[in-house]
């Protein structure tokens, strides 16, 4: 015991803790200066970590240093172990001021250490309340028959904010998966990756409406700001801008960088009315629906002629049945649907569902992605957050082999609309045909975590699989496909990785006799039956195959990209080689 009350009493003589607890402090100091001059002046990595080693390393070799030399007043000289009055008169005073400057080192760095912290707490709140999710409003009206214009309001609220460059705004599949919602604002912020939420009723009686708002914060649960607006049904359009600008000051205590949006007209109510009643039901898939979509449209433009919004409504509505539905003729449907969006255009050249309705046009009629994308690209100069827009330009850019492009579009949207299961699913493609197999294995598990029974899923996790050998566990994944057709093309793939060949050229047969032939050229590529390949190839591209479009997102055949082959057929298909 009195050794060791013996070696501390030495360590406290010789100023070795003095000089530890000055050295991390100073050490950390350094640390701390050296971590922000790197980050201004864009250092290389390594820089920093020789820094922090370089501190480390220094420590032992302080107190070795101070166990063996001592300060006296004559200078430093080597500790020979005896002490005369005058030195330990001196180390007294030396130690004292030692003490003071280390107590007011230590002040300064905790003081900063705190102050860091809740700086960057208020950042991150600030970070925090910017990300904001529209609920949809629910309808109020006593007959509860103004559902339409509730969602109709809420999508139109959605998009006046998404136009301010310093909110990040949830996109709409996502914000809609909370429609009658519980309250528990807590767990919607903590799904979707908000701070703030916008909810609030819709009251409509004739021609009056009353709107009202609740912006809380979600993870307090506190309302930020509430209001009621009671206006004519022909002011809509101006509410609108109201509330989302109201939104805007109470989030940012300024308006940043929302333009001055120009005077908003006054609409027409019985137009406005049909409009949103056709748009909702446009987002209900059926011919039934469709073609009522198209009656209300019609009652919107005869109503107000002067709106543009009801003509793309009813091109989309007549593409959906020419092309999708098969229930209109789709050389007819694509000539109304072109002679209406050039309409829209002429009165309102700022609408982005016009140009995305027109890329659409013109990849299907004459495959003109480079105009395609143009419009796509210019629907989202109106409104960058887009989410139709971003998933057509990211579908163009996959199927011309531009991956990495692809899954910045599909980024984008996921990063704003965290439940779209459908963008995850288009950016696992890509980042497989990319080869970034654990990227495709991560978004493709995303999809089957939020919407297990969707079809296709547990297909492209099958490729992602097997791209890592992993044959067992792709029999596993398979058998939990949904769709028929997916779950035979798997199958097939399966049999070939596991070198039953007979098998997989039976399924092979089986797709060529339901005219897949794409899907089974697929398959004798996986078996490495390359002339099989290029015939069946030949066969889609004759009887023109509108699989064959996406040839450069097939893992199964991207070791044959360098084939001149290939590039006849992608020649013939229309993608650049």
Known sequence: MESQVSFFQKLKQRNVIRVAIGYVVVGWALVEAAELLLEAFSGPDWAMRAIVLSVAGGLPIALIVSWMFELTPEGIRREDGVD?????????????????????????????????????????????????AVLPFADMSARRDQEY?????????????????????????????????????????????????????????????????????????????????????????????????????ELEGQLLDIAEEPEQREVVAEAYRAFQQGNYLQGLVSVQNQEQAIDYFNEARAADPGYAEPLVGLANANLMLGLNLASLDPELAISQATAWID?????????????????????????????????????????????????????????????????????RIVDRDPLNHLSYSNYSLNALAAGQVSLAEEMIRKVIEFKPDSGFAHYQLTKVLLAQDKVAEARE????????????????????AAGETEEAYAVAQELIAQREVFNAAEIYGLCGDTEMVFELLDQAAEARDPALIEMKLSWQLAYLRDDPRWHAVLKKVGLPV
């Open 477 to 496: 994944a398979i058998e939990n496909e949904t769709s028929p057709i997916w779950q035979t093309i798997g199958n097939g793939m399966i049999a070939c």
């Open 84 to 132: 005369t009055s005058e030195e330990v008169r001196f180390k007294a005073r030396t130690g004292r001021k030692t003490d003071l400057i280390i107590m007011g080192a230590l002040t300064l760095v905790v003081s900063y250490f705190v102050l860091e912290k809740i700086w960057q707490s208020d950042v991150v709140r600030g970070e925090q309340l910017r990300a904001i």
């Open 343 to 411: 309409e829209a255009l002429t009165l309102d050249d700022e609408l982005p569902d016009a140009y995305v309705a027109r890329a659409l046009i013109r990849q299907v009629v004459s495959q003109d992605y480079a105009g395609a994308e143009i419009d796509l690209k210019r629907a989202l100069d109106i409104y960058p957050n887009h989410t139709t827009a971003l998933r057509r330009l990211g579908t163009i850019y996959g199927r011309f082999g531009r991956y990495d492009e692809a899954m910045g579009s599909f980024q």
């Open 149 to 249: 214009f509730a969602e109709g309001l809420t999508v139109e609220l959605l998009n006046l904010l998404s136009r301010n460059t310093d909110l990040r705004v949830t996109g709409r599949t996502s914000a809609f998966q909370f429609k009658d919602h519980a309250g528990d604002f807590r767990t919607i912020g903590k799904t979707l990756g908000v701070g703030t939420i916008l909810e609030g009723t819709v009251r409509a009686v004739d021609n009056n409406i009353r709107i009202s708002t609740n912006l809380i914060d979600a993870d307090r649960g506190q309302t930020l700001w509430s209001a009621n607006f009671d206006r004519q049904l022909t002011n809509i359009l101006q509410v609108q801008d109201e509330i989302a600008r109201a939104v805007v000051k």
